[in-house]
Every structure is written in C-alpha cells, then in structure tokens.
C-alpha cells in the first residue's frame, strides 16, 4: 500500500516547490511573490504561512511589478534559479499578464499562480468572474496562454502531481525556457487529497548542454573557413550558457572581432580589444562598420531582433552569410541562416576543433579607438559653467561611469537609455542589464530590486526617465522595508522624449509626448524627492554633474534605496553612433517634412536584407 500524507492542493504545490533543488544544493524557487485577494488568500495564504522559511514569501505593492522583479531575479541568476508570483482572480490576474509576456520574449522562467474561478462552478459567477457566453470553460487566466511557454489549469487537487513537473521541465530547459502558468482554481486551492509521500522527494534539475549536430558542425566549420571577415553577434544565449569565457577565448584563438546585443552586453568586458561594441539601431559606429563589411555574421545565442540588425540592414555586404547557433531550432533557422543547434559553450568548443587554429586578419581597430575618442567627447562633462545648462543623457552616462566600479551593473528598460547605454556605457564582465526584449515602461525600479536580491555584492546603478518612473514606481517601498539597497538616477527631461525625437524623425509634428505639447491646462511640477522620500527612500535632488558623482559615491553607504533626480534635455539623446530602425511613415501627408521622411524610409527599405 502506497504510504501518503493527506494536504490541501495548495499545502501540496508549495511543499513540492520547496524540494526542487539546483546542482549547486539551493531550492530552484527561491520564494513567493504574493498579493493575496479573495482567489488565493484562503487555500494559497494558508499554504504559505504554513510553509514559513522553507518556501519564503514575500509581498509586492503590483502583481506586474512583483513579478518584475521576480524576472530580474531569474535573468541575474542567468535562469539557473527562479522565483514564484501568486495573485487573485480578476484584476490582480490580469495585472500579471504584461510581466508573463516580458519574460517569454526575454526566455526567462518564472512561475506565475493565478487564482481561479470555482471549478465546481456553485458561485457563478464569483466576484471578478468574466463570464464567456460562449465558452463555460472560458476565464480570465486564458488571457496567459499566448504569453506562457505552459499553461495549466488545477480544477482537481491530484493534476499538480503532472502539472507541477511540466512546469519545473519548461522552466529548467534551456531550449524551453520562459514562463510558466498554472491556474489554481480557489476553490480546489482548499481540497484535501491523500497525496503519494513519494511525491515529496527532493528533485534536483538539471541544465543539460545540448551537443551539436556534427554535420551542422561542419557545415559552420566550412562557412567560417571560406570567409575573410567574419564577426561574432553575441547574446543573452552566451550568458545563460555561462560561455563568456568561451566566447572570448574562442575569439582570441580565430581572431573574430566581437558585437553585442542588448541581451549579451556585459559577456565580454569592453576593454577586450575584439570587443568593437553593438551593432544596428543603438551600435557603436566602429560596431556597425565591422558590421557592413563582415562576409560572415555568426550570430551566438541571439534572436536576431530587429535593433540588432538595424531591421536587416546592419549586414550590408552583398555576399554576406548569416550563420545561427542556438538552442532552438526556430531561432537558428531564421532568414535563412546557417543552423547549428546547440548549447553555445559546447557549439564553441566544437567549432574550436573544427578549425584547427585557423586564424583570420585583424580587425579594424583604428575604428575601434575612434569611437572611444568619441564616446569620451559625447560623455564628457562641460568644461566650464554655462547658465541654465541641462546635460544630456550621453552626459548622464558619463558621470555615473566616471564613478562606477567593478562590481556596477548598470540596468534600464525603456525610453531613452537603453539605446543610450548599449552605445556608450562600458560594461565590466556581468556589468550590464537590459530588459530590452519587452522594452517595458516601469520594469526599472522593481528590476533594479530584483537585480539587488539575486547578487546582493554588485553595485546596482537604475537608469530611469520621469516617464517610466511614473508608469511605476511602488517597489521601491517594498525595497526600503526589506531594506534592499540600489541607486536609481531619474533624469527628468518632462516627457516621453525619445518618443518625440521618433516622432519627429518619422516627419510628425511634436505631439503628445512632452507635456509641452498635450492638451492640458497646466505644466506639471512633479516633485519626485518628495514622492520617493514618502516611501521611505534617500531621496534628493542634485544641480548637476559633480553633484550627481558624488551623490552616487554617497549612496553606496546606505542601507536603503538611494533616488538621485536630475533634470536633462530632450532633445540630444545618445548624440552618437545608430543606425536606421523600421517604423513605417505615413505613405501620405501634407507637410514637406513627412514627405522627406517618407523619401528616406523608402531608401531604407531598400536596402533591407531578409535573408
């Protein structure tokens, strides 16, 4: 007779959670984030309590927010561990839905529990119920399948016996990787089941390495040897796989000259001489000049995403070869690439040996010691006081870069400093977060937090504009109350400004972007201290650069956030480097500007190359 304990459902999921364990002997569910309502503060809640420090829980002022975090967490942990996030029904549900979609474009896991409706159906429609007329199977939590690598729904307490193995295999494979939902309907959260004792045995997952196909091998083997001028694309595939080592002594060893994405920036340090920075939309110019010339883009663990590419037409020699080692084979076939599928240290240790030292020409480092000539140019502080001067955002950088240090991760989202950072900020290795997958407003604070909980000895640097700080910001006081200490620099340039530089670029009148141009009675004086003062952050504003260093220098002494407000120009952005991105212009307008915009968007397309 099988030996059993008898649990609620909910009792069961989080006593199985707290014995999946990593290689390293740590849980791979570091813990809950939860917002408890009426769809799981009863059967979850008491689960939860229950379960103590075994499966700590931990709670957020957002369900999106919390879950952002969570998602910083796992991408700082390079998805070797992962946290849980539970809500209610309803609002709290759908709140979440933005974080799940974030974390399946950036392949990221992340365990999302939902509250659900009664699966025995007597109080329909409950509170926050959405009712199909069509579909009595229909809830709101359908709304996570198209932005869940596996969707679940618990509508009996035994199905977490196959359900939650599903999820911890999605989460724990490299080539799967990416959110997972399981659907905890309330009323089954509280049933009681005679659950297998056998069930509750420790697990320990492991990250396998997928071996290449030889003959891809070959095949890249033969590509690489036929070209004169091959470059590396590095992304975030080389960190989860832990071969930034690999990367960098495999291109030593061939003397390939090394770009990064947004995902893979920080793989690489930026003082490596075959470091030449980001290619595309937000590349270096030494980047996109090796770029354009190369006969051979050998893209390592990334997706080929369109700022990469500059829209496909970053890599403009015409007998170009695109090749793609990936763990997916979806990704490594994409506009025709050469696939290799596999594990990226292990492709790299492979194609080592199918090259047999064979080395390639130098790259154009004269380029490369330009554009660092510029950058310094661009980032430099002014050398003498000017009346009513508001730095850019390339000055920003400067001065947090003049002060940073080894162990500083600087991270950002959206607006203008994601592109801004890639092109200038000189990451050390592990120096560099970006969520720019989702390119989510409002990610930064609670990101930052997240960043901070999982590697608690770096330096964590938040960029954020007053426009994303305002899309959210509540996480901070959670961070003050669990006493978890990041800096975030707040450049106020009063609007959506890289929106309206957009805007403009594509032939539009300023509109909508900066409180200058919305239809509102009267311009906002947002005073930002006070907001982050009142929970309970060190808050304050700084006059300018000097001020903003060695506030900076000042914060790491703190136990607490450090908020350090800024006021900058719209109008600059990075000031250098970039390339063109496809936003598509009106076809048809009434000012010369847009037909100008038009004129050059159409020469653009014409330079796309898609595969």
């Known amino acids: 007779?099988?030996?059993?304990?008898?649990?609620?459902?909910?009792?069961?999921?989080?006593?199985?959670?707290?014995?999946?364990?990593?290689?390293?002997?740590?849980?791979?569910?570091?813990?809950?984030?939860?917002?408890?309502?009426?769809?799981?503060?009863?059967?979850?809640?008491?689960?939860?309590?229950?379960?103590?420090?075994?499966?700590?829980?931990?709670?957020?002022?957002?369900?999106?927010?919390?879950?952002?975090?969570?998602?910083?967490y796992a991408k700082t942990k390079r998805r070797r561990k992962a946290m849980a996030v539970t809500s209610s029904i309803g609002p709290g549900a759908t709140n979440m839905v933005t974080a799940a979609a974030l974390a399946h474009v950036n392949r990221l896991p992340v365990l999302f529990i939902p509250g659900d409706v009664f699966a025995n159906r007597r109080p329909d429609p409950v509170l926050q119920q959405i009712e199909d007329f069509d579909?009595?199977?229909?809830?709101?939590?359908?709304?996570?399948?198209?932005?869940?690598?596996?969707f679940d729904r618990i509508s009996r307490p035994e199905q977490i016996m196959t359900a939650l193995p599903r999820a911890l295999q999605v989460m724990t494979d490299p080539a799967n990787c990416g959110p997972v939902t399981l659907a905890f309907c309330q009323d089954v959260q509280a049933e009681a089941?005679?659950?297998?004792?056998?069930?509750?045995?420790?697990?320990?997952?492991?990250?396998?390495?997928?071996?290449?196909?030889?003959?891809?091998?070959d095949d890249v083997v033969a590509a690489l040897k036929a070209s004169t001028k091959p470059i590396i694309v590095a992304g975030g595939g080389v960190l989860y796989s832990g071969a930034d080592a690999d990367l960098l002594t495999f291109a030593k060893t061939h003397n390939i000259p090394i770009v990064e994405t947004q995902a893979g920036k920080g793989a690489i340090d930026w003082q490596e001489r075959l470091n030449f920075g980001s290619p595309g939309v937000t590349g270096t110019d030494c980047g996109n000049k090796i770029a354009a010339e190369a006969d051979l883009i050998l893209g390592v663990g990334t997706r080929f995403q369109d700022f990469t590419t500059g829209s496909w037409t970053a890599f403009g020699n015409p007998d170009r070869k695109l090749v793609s080692v990936n763990l997916t084979g979806y990704d490594a076939a994409k506009h025709g690439a050469v696939p290799l599928v596999a594990d990226a240290k292990v492709a790299l240790a492979r194609l080592t040996q199918g090259l047999q030292g064979h080395r390639f020409a130098d790259p154009d480092y004269a380029a490369r010691d330009a554009w660092f000539e510029a950058a310094d140019a661009a980032t430099a502080a002014p050398s003498v006081s000017q009346p009513n001067f508001l730095p850019s955002d390339?000055?920003?950088?400067?001065?947090?870069?003049?002060?940073?240090?080894?162990?500083?991760?600087?991270?950002?989202?959206?607006?203008?400093?994601?592109?801004?950072?890639?092109?200038?900020?000189?990451?050390?290795?592990?120096?560099?977060?970006?969520?720019?997958?989702?390119?989510?407003?409002?990610?930064?604070?609670?990101?930052?937090?997240?960043?901070?909980?999982?590697?608690?000895?770096?330096?964590?640097?938040?960029?954020?504009?007053?426009?994303?700080?305002?899309?959210?910001?509540?996480?901070?006081?959670?961070?003050?109350?669990?006493?978890?200490p990041f800096t975030i620099v707040l450049t106020d340039n009063r609007g959506y400004g890289c929106i309206n530089r957009l805007q403009q670029e594509c032939g539009g009148a300023e509109f909508n972007n900066m409180y200058k141009d919305c239809n509102i009675e009267v311009q906002p004086e947002i005073d930002f201290?006070?907001?982050?003062?009142?929970?309970?952050?060190?808050?304050?504003?700084?006059p300018d650069l000097a001020g903003l260093e060695a506030e900076i220098v000042s914060a790491r002494s703190r136990s607490i956030p450090t908020v350090i407000v800024i006021d900058t120009e719209a109008e600059t952005g990075p000031g250098i480097g970039g390339g063109w991105w496809d936003v598509a212009v009106p076809a048809v307008g009434e000012t010369e500007t847009l037909r100008k915009a038009r004129a050059y968007y159409e020469d653009n397309l014409a330079r796309q190359r898609l595969n």
């Open 1 to 72: 007779m099988t030996d059993t304990i008898r649990l609620t459902a909910a009792q069961a999921m989080f006593r199985w959670l707290s014995v999946q364990m990593t290689e390293e002997g740590d849980r791979f569910i570091e813990g809950v984030w939860a917002i408890f309502g009426h769809g799981n503060v009863a059967g979850i809640g008491e689960a939860l309590k229950g379960i103590g420090d075994k499966l700590p829980t931990w709670r957020g002022q957002n369900e999106q927010t919390m879950a952002h975090a969570a998602i910083a």
């Open 135 to 150: 579909d009595g199977t229909m809830t709101v939590t359908d709304c996570f399948r198209p932005v869940s690598r596996y």
């Open 193 to 217: 089941y005679d659950y297998p004792k056998a069930f509750f045995t420790p697990k320990t997952w492991r990250i396998r390495r997928p071996e290449p196909d030889p003959r891809e091998v």
């Open 394 to 484: 390339a000055q920003v950088i400067g001065s947090v870069q003049r002060v940073a240090e080894k162990n500083t991760v600087a991270m950002c989202a959206a607006g203008t400093m994601p592109g801004a950072l890639q092109i200038l900020w000189r990451a050390a290795s592990g120096g560099y977060h970006m969520e720019y997958g989702y390119s989510c407003m409002g990610y930064e604070v609670a990101g930052a937090f997240g960043i901070k909980l999982a590697a608690p000895e770096k330096d964590v640097i938040c960029f954020v504009g007053d426009g994303s700080y305002m899309m959210a910001n509540s996480e901070l006081a959670t961070a003050v109350m669990m006493r978890v």
């Open 529 to 542: 201290v006070t907001h982050a003062t009142s929970m309970g952050a060190h808050a304050l504003k700084v």
